[in-house]
């Protein structure tokens, strides 16, 4: 009886060590997601800002696309690759 309860208690334990490194690393998975799209955000706002502040109408231009296409495209292709590796663990 007493044998029993150990391998109860045994397995209690581990299910709890498991859960709390499943937890870990869904908070690594998401902190990983937010700081990749800060940087695609900061990148595409520095170039939106550099946009407006250079003097040569066509590097300006092409600033501007640029950094509207990478400071969404960014963000946007990071949110669908964490949604893809979401849907491969399921």
């Known amino acids: ?3 029993l309860n150990d391998d ?3 397995q209690s334990l581990r299910r709890v060590a498991e ?4 937890a870990r690393a869904e908070r690594r998975e998401v902190l990983l997601v937010l700081a990749m799209c800060v940087l695609w ?3 595409g706002l520095f170039l939106v ?8 109408v066509e590097h300006g231009q092409i600033a501007l696309g640029a950094g509207l296409i990478i400071g969404n495209g960014g ?4 949110l669908i690759y964490a949604w ?3 849907q491969g663990k399921r």
């Not at 963000?75 to 990071?78: D, K, P």
Request: charged share 15%.
């Open 8 to 10: 109860r208690v045994t």
């Open 41 to 43: 955000a900061g990148l």
């Open 75 to 78: 963000v946007v292709a990071t």
């Open 1 to 3: 009886m007493a044998a």
């Open 84 to 86: 893809y590796r979401t």
């Open 19 to 22: 859960q709390e490194e499943a």
């Open 49 to 56: 800002m550099w946009s407006a502040h250079t003097t040569s």
